[in-house]
């Protein structure tokens, strides 16, 4: 049984409609116009705008892009780090998470407490600089891993998952003598599948997608992620030395600057913009398993 | 079997006589003796749960207390040399210097502008995109338009700022039209006229798909029977998601309201600090920028942990000051 609407309900849909039509296409033009950019001459592009000449279009953006050590070094760095990030701090959140989720377990209120503090006051970027800089941290890769990888909300949504799991599996377990150690591993991990890949992929985007840390902590340029690559092209318009041969080249790669641009914000971006829509399931069961507490 | 039975009547009156003459003091002293006792015997055949949380315990206690610890240098005037505690105690000194700064009216009152705009235009535009896409009937379609709204979600900070430099310099595609329309380009990103409004407008380009999920979720929970009952009644769309829709999302807005209130103070330096240009500093500059500058370029550790700490004070008093009003509003039902 559907409402069936009047006139002015009509009219009220239609209109909704087409401002939902107008929002998509605010998020998606500029993005089109990016894809389409990083395809044209800088020249053509800057006289015309985007033409539907096809001798105004090239590749040469993403060659240079491609061929560019420095772009390549921190696309391998940022896998690098997001994997090595996402495995400590999925494995941290879920082993915190677990014994938090036992009703008897002895320290519970202790270690919320502990935990939940920090969530509204913390040392600031100082003094947390100040400590990694002390364990000797800087300038490597711990110090992008480490301090990041304690995240409480995390070990709550882990803990909020795992208190949904029935008590009953690890009951029997116990009496057939498993002992925890088995049920963690061989019960509860093998249910916590969704939840892993929750916490995963939330990890590996935040990770992926992050420049300060990496700013602050590291030096040498060679473990520089993408994102601090990136924002040299972009926002410090450096170009790196070793794209550069000759002189022509010099003046050819300040003339194509801007299609450098472009095609470095399309291959960046590119990856996780793909992949998305096959999680976006999780992503928004992230969301509202965050959002239960 | 003579003494079994004398065993058991024998204890059974000693128990019953025993549990007379105590008073009920004794039994809880009693009852906390073994409650200590469980708890051991728990810790003992469950080592294994304090071996699992205790990364995340080591962890937390070297990366956030140990700084909680060392923000002691916002007191003091920290040199390498001597380390923490043998830095000169300086007390209030660097807050004082910091207050009575000509940089404090100004940095201060940028990043409460930048937030609080920030929150009142940001705020009502995720809850209206999901009542918007909560009307749409065709799943399919209301699954796509969900797919392209969500997507900047995913795009880095970074690369947001970096399409703001190519889009709004001289040269780019917008300034293409404002010199059709004013006759000459504008210099958006070096003009601090127009720093707040580019990072807020493009904050809810970025977000405002995301934020909205939420706010769907919670649409998609109302019952259908409320609105066949209003139709019913002879209310129409309109006044349907006015009265029903809208008080659904009452206490979700609740809440979100409070932990972005709250955090006001607390806008984050990444975004701000990428779109800073020597031009547009005297809108740009927030508190997080300015800590970051002065401690970690400049190097003075000290007077940069006290504005922080300053900072976080201001945060937590906002934190509490804000739920006490939503709870108020909101018949008890605050954050905590």
């Known amino acids: ?293 | 079997m003579f003494a079994l039975n004398i065993v058991f009547t024998g204890s059974g009156v000693i128990e019953v006589q025993e549990t007379w003459r105590k008073p009920s003091v004794g039994i809880g002293v009693a009852r906390r003796r073994e409650g200590i006792k469980d708890k051991l015997r728990f810790m003992k055949s469950n080592y294994f749960l304090y071996l699992l949380i205790a990364p995340a315990f080591l962890l937390t206690i070297i990366f956030k207390y140990v700084p909680m610890y060392g923000v002691i240098i916002a007191f003091k005037d920290f040199s390498y040399s001597k380390g923490i505690l043998g830095s000169e105690f300086v007390g209030f000194k660097h807050f004082a210097e910091f207050l009575n700064s000509p940089n404090f009216e100004v940095i201060f009152m940028n990043t409460l502008k930048l937030s609080a705009y920030g929150l009142l235009l940001g705020f009502p535009i995720p809850i209206i995109l999901a009542l918007m896409l909560n009307q749409l009937r065709k799943a399919a379609a209301k699954k796509n338009i969900q797919l392209i709204l969500y997507a900047p979600n995913f795009i880095s900070v970074v690369v947001i700022v970096g399409m703001l430099f190519v889009f709004l310099s001289p040269t780019g595609p917008i300034n293409k039209i404002v010199t059709l329309m004013a006759g000459h380009p504008i210099t958006f990103m070096s003009d601090p006229e127009y720093f707040r409004a580019i990072y807020i407008l493009s904050g809810i380009w970025q977000t405002a798909g995301w934020s909205s999920i939420i706010f769907v979720a919670a649409l998609a929970a109302v019952d259908p029977e409320l609105h066949h009952a209003a139709n019913i009644d002879g209310a129409n769309l309109l006044q349907r998601i006015w009265h029903i829709d809208l008080p659904a999302l009452k206490p979700v807005m609740a809440i979100l309201f409070i932990l972005s209130a709250g955090g006001i103070m607390a806008i984050g330096h990444e975004k701000a600090f990428l779109m800073q240009t020597a031009l547009n500093i005297p809108t740009s500059e927030i508190i997080a920028t300015y800590v970051y500058k002065v401690g970690l370029k400049s190097g003075d550790y000290s007077y940069s942990a006290a504005i922080g700490l300053f900072n976080s004070i201001i945060n937590i008093i906002l934190l509490v000051l804000v739920n006490s009003v939503v709870k108020k509003l909101n018949e008890g039902d605050g954050l905590y």
Do not use: H
């Not at chain 1, 772009?71 to 999925?90: D, E, K, P, Q």
């Not at chain 1, 036992?102 to 600031?124: A, N, P």
């Open chain 1, 1 to 293: 049984m559907n409402i069936k609407p009047t006139r002015l309900d009509r009219a009220v849909l239609a209109i909704n409609l087409c401002l939902l039509v107008l929002a998509v296409l605010v998020v998606i033009i500029p993005l089109i116009y990016v894809v389409i950019a990083s395809f044209m001459e800088p020249t053509a592009l800057l006289n015309k705008g985007i033409s539907l000449n096809l001798a105004d279009y090239s590749v040469q953006g993403y060659k240079l892009i491609l061929g560019n050590e420095a772009m390549l070094r921190g696309f391998v760095n940022a896998v690098y780090y997001s994997v090595a990030f996402t495995a400590v701090t999925v494995i941290v959140s879920l082993f915190a998470g677990y014994p938090l989720a036992v009703d008897k377990f002895v320290g519970k209120t202790f270690f919320m407490t502990l935990f939940i503090i920090t969530m509204f006051f913390g040392g600031g970027l100082i003094p947390t600089f100040l400590v990694v800089k002390e364990l000797g941290m800087l300038n490597t890769p711990w110090a992008i891993i480490l301090p990041a990888a304690i995240n409480v909300w995390n070990i709550i949504l882990a803990r909020t998952f795992f208190k949904g799991i029935p008590k009953e599996l690890s009951e029997a377990a116990k009496v057939d003598g498993a002992s925890e150690l088995r049920i963690f591993l061989g019960i509860v991990l093998p249910l916590s599948k969704p939840i892993i890949f929750v916490l995963a992929l939330y990890a590996f985007v935040g990770q992926w997608n992050s420049y300060f840390d990496a700013m602050i902590y590291l030096e040498d340029q060679k473990l520089y992620p993408l994102q601090l690559v990136l924002r040299s092209i972009l926002i410090q318009n450096q170009v790196d030395p070793s794209m550069i041969t000759d002189r022509t080249a010099m003046a050819e790669m300040k003339r194509l600057s801007e299609m450098i641009k472009y095609a470095s914000i399309v291959i960046s971006s590119l990856p996780l913009l793909v992949m998305y829509p096959f999680f976006q399931k999780y992503f928004e069961k992230g969301v509202m398993v965050g959002s239960l507490k």
